[in-house]
């Protein structure tokens, strides 16, 4: 599973044992893969500053766990072509997402420890605020060029109703410069070639015979030409309509079909020079956000730790990785069952709840007996 518990418990002879137990279980019914979450000793301030922090690092939790997925998401869409390898371009470290959360070390150098608690909060949030700032314009710039390249693309391959003829029509098949002359270019259903063949030069007065040519074909029709005198050019146009026959609005304009097959080339190659810079940027921006993201964590449980069982400053963290989906009911009645001497009331009322909600989906809401903190790293779901 991709999914981990961190919890913590007391750090005293009774819990430390209780957590013991808990390992021994877990251990023995496959329930979970449970490894110690090493916390710094940070410097604690007042407990009212905790309390203002307990709020700010939940946002702060919520708004990064958002941007990693919003990075998860646009590395996706980057690599549109290779879905697949997604998964393996999002690393932490340098390496898989799972063994950085297993094996969690606190980043004293960016994160100093000694700072005060409040300091350190900041830093990480400022951090996260900057990657979200530059993530939203690298990948609005490059959404962008996306878009206007994905209609010029859909111009090109939808029927000969709607797409863009520049690519398909040449100079030779029109007659140019001409004041009496005009080229038109008509939708004619593949049922009527023969019908159009026998009855264009009749359609209108003034059509040259023998002017017609098919140029292109869709699976519903074909794209002919036709040679008229200008002066006809409405009676024919409503004479066509008439026999199903549709005249596409086009004039031949050498300058404007250079511009567009110009503007596609070039998008092409600005969206071939911004893949690489852009992935790499995602990879490595989205690296260093994963990484705030479980100091987070460790941050939470260290505030909450010291604001459930107070001072001095005593606990354990655990890291439990659930090895099944259907195990998670079963687990949670072991953590509640080991740690319900820690707060009675809550432990009887999750367990009633767990009869109640088969799976039990718990968020970092929920209330437990001991401090606890869900980290999914279904980033893609």
Do not use: C
Request: aromatic content about 10%; charged content about 25%; proline content about 3%.
């Amino acid at each position: 599973m991709s999914e981990f518990w961190l919890i913590s418990a007391p750090g005293d002879k009774e819990n430390l044992q209780a957590l013991e137990r808990m390992n021994m279980v877990t251990s023995k019914s496959n329930l979970s893969h449970n490894t110690k979450f090493a916390i710094p000793d940070f410097k604690v301030g007042t407990l009212d500053s905790l309390v203002g922090l307990s709020d700010e690092l939940g946002k702060l939790d919520t708004f990064a766990e958002s941007l990693i997925k919003r990075m998860a998401q646009s590395v996706a869409d980057v690599m549109e072509d290779s879905e697949g390898k997604v998964q393996e371009n999002l690393l932490a470290n340098g390496g898989g997402l799972t063994s950085f959360v297993t094996h969690f070390e606190w980043d004293m150098a960016k994160y100093p420890a000694k700072q005060p608690l409040v300091s350190v909060v900041d830093a990480v949030a400022k951090q996260l605020v900057q990657i979200d700032t530059d993530v939203k314009s690298r990948t609005a710039a490059y959404s962008a060029l996306k878009t206007a390249l994905e209609n010029l693309e859909r111009r090109s391959t939808g029927n000969l109703f709607t797409r863009t003829l520049s690519d398909i029509v040449s100079k030779e098949d029109f007659v140019l410069d001409s004041e009496y002359l005009v080229t038109l270019l008509v939708i004619v259903p593949k049922a009527s070639y023969s019908q159009w063949q026998r009855t264009y030069e009749s359609l209108s007065d003034m059509v040259v015979p023998r002017s017609t040519k098919l140029i292109a074909e869709d699976p519903e029709g074909g794209l002919f030409t036709v040679t008229l005198f200008r002066r006809v050019m409405d009676d024919f146009k409503t004479k066509a309509k008439e026999n199903k026959f549709m005249v596409r609005e086009f004039y031949y304009d050498e300058k404007e079909i250079k511009r567009e097959r110009e503007e596609m080339t070039r998008l092409l190659s600005d969206k071939k020079q911004q893949y690489g810079p852009l992935l790499r940027w995602l990879k490595v921006n989205f690296s260093e956000a994963f990484i705030a993201w479980i100091h987070i964590k460790a941050l939470r449980v260290f505030v909450e730790s010291v604001l459930r069982y107070g001072l001095p400053v005593n606990f354990q963290a655990v890291l439990l990785q659930p090895h099944k989906k259907s195990a998670t009911k079963r687990l949670r009645e072991v953590l509640n069952s080991v740690f319900r001497h820690l707060d009675e009331v809550a432990a009887a009322s999750i367990l009633d709840a767990a009869v109640e909600i088969p799976g039990l989906q718990l968020g970092s809401q929920d209330y437990f007996p001991y401090v606890y903190f869900r980290i999914d790293l279904s980033l893609l779901d």
